[in-house]
């Protein structure tokens, strides 16, 4: 993928992100009304709910500034001339993967070591701590 093409979807794909946040945080501040909990005539169930929906759209929301993170990264790639080379192997990511996932850091095999927790190639996919 030449460097403006990778730019183009980049940057589409971050205004989405962007878009995504913004409407999940929307949602979240307008879903929960004070009188929802015990103390408001709610049961424990409702907050027990509430509960539950904050810390998954809270999780929603810290995948997505992760992937914006990733975005970045990318991006910043595309400027140094090093987009579409692995972060960890130095080798090149699949022009497939790239166009499945334009802000792919590193090859799907590494990206799946990294899930399983173990190590691939020079060093730590994200740099594990």
């Keep these: 993928m030449d460097a403006d093409t990778a730019r183009e979807r980049l940057l589409s794909l971050r205004a989405q992100l962007e878009e995504d946040i ?3 945080e929307s949602a979240r501040e307008g879903g929960v009304s004070a009188d929802d909990g015990p103390e408001g005539g709610g049961d424990r169930g409702d907050a027990a709910a509430h509960e539950q929906i904050a810390e998954e759209t ?4 810290q995948a997505a500034r992760r992937r914006m993170e990733d975005v970045d990264e990318a991006l910043r790639r595309v400027e140094e001339g ?5 972060v960890v192997s130095g080798e090149p990511i699949p022009e497939e ?3 499945v996932r334009p802000d792919a850091l590193y090859k799907a095999d590494e990206e799946d070591a990294y899930l399983q927790g173990t190590r691939v190639g020079a060093g730590d ?5």
């Design 58 to 61: 809270a999780a929603l929301v």
């Design 82 to 86: 090093t987009y579409g080379i692995s």
């Design 125 to 129: 996919v994200r740099g594990t701590d």
């Design 22 to 24: 913004a409407g999940i």
């Design 97 to 99: 993967r790239l166009e």
